[in-house]
């Protein structure tokens, strides 16, 4: 029997009694549970919102969740209504579902849950992405958005959100992650995330492995969609760095020779590069960033009423925390939500950088399906010591578990039950020097939310 939701609390219960594959551990789920005509079906009952506005459409194993905070802030930038629909949300629900930066309220989470349901299958339910994601494209059609940045939640090829028709596809970076249901290899990842190349669609590609990038261009090639492939197309040089940001200089390859002769003379009587700022460090965040600029140059190419600097100025107001992010002064703890090899790998890069010279203890939790041994023995090298906990999300590792793996590479260990226990071993050690909270997203998110709950000067989304 379909209920109709009375609050914010039944709405959420009722949306997680769908099967959630996100609060499932990959192995209990078969590939095959996956289509469209569900989510195809049910949009079609509410008249196709998602046909409503111009969309951005975004892939990829990491950046795409920056990429999107960045793409949606610049159009914010220069006076555009922005839909912006991410996954999975860090504290509240709602973030997932965003207007210019605010929150959808709980009762219009409620609203629009109550305005799909009679139209679920109840012999055949979808999932709780799938309406999750039905109720994003409806919200954004109530509120009238001029643009909504999308991120697919798994894969892309059969993704709920690949039901959209956007102006523009992004493919973010990608690497080995979700190997159960994508694959074991870059190739036939990137043929899935591929899946959300459309025909005749432009679709901007960032740097790849050539693995991965052969697919993306064979597809593209295929749907005759013009190929933007950001190492191809773009230069970047930090001129100001960091820990925590960024200023960058950007220039099309094309103009390397000018791009030289301004190095030179910083001269602005002819030619001038692109200047842009980011609240992001690393060269990842670099390659994201200039990913983002591209989608909106092009969209600026459409839009020729609006004032593109006032779109690239909107990339320094990005807020996307859990990304290399201090979220405590004495002792400095950095979040960061690197959850697989590639990302792991990339966080090293940046603390080395910035603090290697600093005792470094990390804080790691990880889900059980990932290959915690090995982003454990990656990490092992280069930091002093760990303390091993967990999240509250059902796929979350053993910290006994992760500790064997610890002391197997002959690191010193502590165990913490629970995010709480950690940050207590942190408050009554005499370490000096830097923790790193790190091994999944909800591990980053949970630390970061118990140091709110404990009235750290955070900031979050409205």
Same mark, same amino acid.
């Given at each position: 029997?379909?209920?109709?939701?009375?609050?914010?609390?039944?709405?959420?219960?009722?949306?997680?009694?769908?099967?959630?594959?996100?609060?499932?551990?990959?192995?209990?789920?078969?590939?095959?549970?996956?289509?469209?005509?569900?989510?195809?079906?049910?949009?079609?009952?509410?008249?196709?919102?998602?046909?409503?506005?111009?969309?951005?459409?975004?892939?990829?194993?990491?950046?795409?969740?920056?990429?999107?905070?960045?793409?949606?802030?610049?159009?914010?930038?220069?006076? &555009?209504?922005?839909?912006?629909?991410?996954?999975?949300?860090?504290?509240?629900?709602?973030?997932?579902?965003?207007?210019?930066?605010?929150?959808?309220?709980?009762?219009?989470?409620?609203?629009? &849950?109550?305005?799909?349901?009679?139209?679920?299958?109840?012999?055949?339910?979808?999932?709780?992405?799938?309406?999750?994601?039905?109720?994003?494209?409806?919200? &954004?059609?109530?509120?009238?958005?001029?643009?909504?940045?999308?991120?697919t939640g798994l894969g892309g090829r059969l993704d709920a959100t690949n039901v959209v028709k956007p102006?523009?596809?992004?493919?973010?970076?990608?690497?080995?992650?979700?190997?159960?249901?994508?694959?074991?290899?870059?190739?036939?990842?990137?043929?899935?995330?591929?899946?959300?190349?459309?025909a005749e669609i432009p679709v901007i590609v960032s740097p790849q492995k050539e693995e991965a990038k052969s697919v993306l261009r064979k597809i593209a090639d295929e749907k005759k969609s013009e190929w933007i492939d950001i190492d191809e197309k773009y230069g970047f040089v930090p001129v100001k760095e960091d820990a925590f940001s960024q200023e960058l200089v950007l220039y099309e390859k094309k103009d390397e020779e000018r791009f030289s002769k301004w190095l030179d003379s910083h001269s602005a009587e002819t030619w001038t590069p692109e200047i842009i700022k980011i609240p992001f460090s690393g060269k990842h965040q670099a390659e994201n960033a200039t990913t983002a600029y591209c989608a909106i140059k092009m969209i600026s190419k459409q839009e020729p009423n609006i004032n593109f600097q006032k779109m690239t100025a909107g990339l320094a107001d990005t807020f996307w925390p859990c990304r290399f992010e201090k979220i405590q002064e004495s002792p400095l703890i950095i979040a960061d939500g690197a959850h697989n090899l590639d990302s792991i790998q990339k966080l090293i890069s940046q603390f080395k950088r910035y603090y290697g010279d600093s005792e470094i203890t990390c804080v790691f939790g990880a889900s059980a399906d990932k290959k915690c041994n090995e982003m454990i023995s990656e990490l092992a090298p280069n930091v002093d010591r760990f303390i091993v906990t967990r999240s509250t999300h059902p796929r979350a590792a053993m910290p006994k578990d992760l500790y064997e793996m610890v002391i197997r590479c002959g690191k010193p260990v502590?165990?913490?039950?629970?995010?709480?226990?950690?940050?207590?071993?942190?408050?009554?050690?005499?370490?000096?020097?830097?923790?790193?909270?790190?091994?999944?997203?909800?591990?980053?998110?949970?630390?970061?939310?118990?140091?709110?709950?404990r009235g750290g000067n955070l900031p979050y989304f409205d």
């Amino acid at each position: 029997m379909k209920i109709r939701a009375e609050n914010i609390h039944q709405t959420l219960d009722a949306i997680y009694s769908f099967v959630d594959y996100s609060l499932t551990h990959a192995s209990q789920v078969s590939s095959d549970v996956f289509s469209l005509k569900k989510i195809e079906k049910l949009l079609s009952c509410l008249g196709n919102p998602q046909l409503s506005y111009k969309i951005i459409h975004i892939a990829g194993t990491k950046g795409k969740g920056s990429t999107c905070a960045m793409i949606s802030s610049g159009l914010r930038g220069a006076g &555009f209504k922005v839909g912006l629909y991410t996954s999975p949300h860090l504290i509240r629900f709602n973030e997932r579902i965003q207007i210019n930066g605010r929150m959808i309220s709980d009762q219009e989470l409620t609203d629009c &849950f109550n305005k799909i349901i009679p139209f679920v299958d109840e012999s055949d339910p979808v999932s709780t992405f799938e309406i999750t994601t039905a109720i994003a494209f409806l919200y &954004f059609y109530k509120k009238n958005v001029d643009y909504a940045v999308i991120e697919t939640g798994l894969g892309g090829r059969l993704d709920a959100t690949n039901v959209v028709k956007p102006v523009l596809s992004i493919i973010t970076s990608i690497s080995i992650d979700h190997t159960t249901f994508l694959g074991n290899t870059l190739s036939s990842i990137a043929a899935e995330k591929g899946g959300i190349i459309k025909a005749e669609i432009p679709v901007i590609v960032s740097p790849q492995k050539e693995e991965a990038k052969s697919v993306l261009r064979k597809i593209a090639d295929e749907k005759k969609s013009e190929w933007i492939d950001i190492d191809e197309k773009y230069g970047f040089v930090p001129v100001k760095e960091d820990a925590f940001s960024q200023e960058l200089v950007l220039y099309e390859k094309k103009d390397e020779e000018r791009f030289s002769k301004w190095l030179d003379s910083h001269s602005a009587e002819t030619w001038t590069p692109e200047i842009i700022k980011i609240p992001f460090s690393g060269k990842h965040q670099a390659e994201n960033a200039t990913t983002a600029y591209c989608a909106i140059k092009m969209i600026s190419k459409q839009e020729p009423n609006i004032n593109f600097q006032k779109m690239t100025a909107g990339l320094a107001d990005t807020f996307w925390p859990c990304r290399f992010e201090k979220i405590q002064e004495s002792p400095l703890i950095i979040a960061d939500g690197a959850h697989n090899l590639d990302s792991i790998q990339k966080l090293i890069s940046q603390f080395k950088r910035y603090y290697g010279d600093s005792e470094i203890t990390c804080v790691f939790g990880a889900s059980a399906d990932k290959k915690c041994n090995e982003m454990i023995s990656e990490l092992a090298p280069n930091v002093d010591r760990f303390i091993v906990t967990r999240s509250t999300h059902p796929r979350a590792a053993m910290p006994k578990d992760l500790y064997e793996m610890v002391i197997r590479c002959g690191k010193p260990v502590e165990l913490a039950e629970r995010i709480e226990v950690s940050y207590e071993i942190i408050s009554n050690s005499r370490n000096d020097g830097i923790y790193i909270v790190t091994g999944s997203l909800f591990v980053a998110a949970g630390f970061r939310e118990m140091l709110m709950q404990r009235g750290g000067n955070l900031p979050y989304f409205d």
